[in-house]
């Protein structure tokens, strides 16, 4: 069960380059009805909430986060022609940086504010056309949702990794200062353990939310102040060095505050999460077929509705009495699931 746990968490960490998209003051909040769900595969591909493939991104070599602001989207990644830029609402837009515009970049987090696009290509932050390099990271290994901005404030989290000297990983927080970009060590319950930041959330300019893990234990860092989730079982204390529960995104939504991941069950499988200002709710769609595991994945707000992305594993019965291993890719506003993907390696998702 831990190998193929491990396995799943490797493709998690393949699969999701995502920095959780907020809307800072949106000037118009759509109805219900009136909102799109873009969904984005790696390869580049746009699907809508219905399963239709709405775009084939030109170009595109490999796709890491899509967000949106009012009718537009935007779209890291990594251009075949070896430039540095983003896409929008389909188009590619290059950044003309001088001494880096021709080499081969690969955006690995995209955010925006105002008229600004705010871009992590490591080991900067690019600004528009301006370049803003980060102190000290030579270890760096960025979030799955790495950037955040909010009022003009960008904010870059994720692990600073010493596997050299054996000393355990550390996560950080990247913030603005004097041009460049200033780096904190997020605390941790004791020194012998590892810190991990998988996602960020910024809001009210100067306030952020990190999600991820310390130890074995499932944490968000609140403007650095770590809390320790609680979890619903109790499982063995592994031999490795595998969480028993973590947080793989974060938002907040009208004064409450919100993480999503999984906690490992009594039998070692995942179980998708929602702690809900700290405390665990689980997250399952009613079915008869035997759940393998489940994780959730992504968070976004709209308005004052939340959108959370999960995977559902399980076993189908087929028409002869044998089964088969099928996943479920699942969208969920609020309590509600409102789009079910189960062909499409979908890595994130935009409402607009």
């Not at 830029?85 to 389909?90: E, L, R």
């Not at 959730?296 to 019965?317: Q, V």
Request: proline fraction near 5%.
């Amino acid at each position: 069960m831990r190998t193929l746990k491990i396995q799943i968490l490797l493709i998690i960490g393949v699969f999701f380059f995502l920095a959780s998209c907020e809307h800072d003051d949106p000037n118009v909040v759509k109805r219900r009805g009136e909102r799109q769900v873009y969904v984005l595969t790696s390869e580049g591909h746009i699907y809508d909430l219905m399963g239709d493939r709405i775009m084939e991104l030109p170009n595109c070599e490999y796709a890491s986060e899509i967000i949106s602001d009012g009718d537009d989207y935007f779209v890291s990644g990594k251009s075949t022609k070896g430039k540095v830029g983003y896409w929008k609402n389909g188009k590619w837009n290059t950044l003309h940086i001088d001494f880096i515009d021709s080499v081969n970049h690969e955006t690995q987090g995209i955010a925006k504010w105002d008229y600004y696009i705010y871009l992590f290509d490591y080991p900067y932050i690019l600004k528009n056309s301006g370049i803003f390099p980060l102190d000290d990271c030579e270890d760096f290994n960025p979030a799955g949702r790495c950037l955040a901005v909010s009022n003009g404030k960008c904010y870059l989290t994720g692990m600073e990794y010493h596997g050299d000297d054996n000393r355990p990983n550390d996560a950080v927080l990247y913030y603005e200062h004097k041009g460049r970009y200033a780096k904190a060590i997020l605390p941790k319950p004791s020194d012998d353990v590892s810190g991990h930041a998988t996602a960020i959330y910024a809001y009210d300019t100067v306030h952020t939310i990190v999600g991820g893990h310390v130890g074995f234990e499932p944490c968000i860092w609140i403007d650095q102040q770590l809390q320790v989730l609680p979890r619903t079982f109790n499982p063995p204390t592994p031999e490795v060095d595998i969480p028993l529960g973590h947080v793989s995104s974060v938002a907040r939504l009208n004064g409450h505050v919100y993480a999503c991941g999984y906690e490992d069950g009594d039998d070692g499988n995942m179980h998708a999460v929602l702690w809900v200002d700290g405390e665990p709710r689980h997250v399952l769609t009613p079915r008869q077929e035997k759940i393998r595991f489940s994780f959730a994945e992504e968070l976004i707000t709209y308005g004052d509705d939340l959108y959370m992305l999960t995977f559902e594993c399980y076993d189908k019965k087929l028409a002869n009495g044998e089964t088969e291993v099928e996943i479920d890719i699942l969208i969920w506003m609020n309590d509600r699931v409102i789009a079910k993907y189960n062909d499409i390696d979908v890595i994130n998702f935009a409402v607009l």
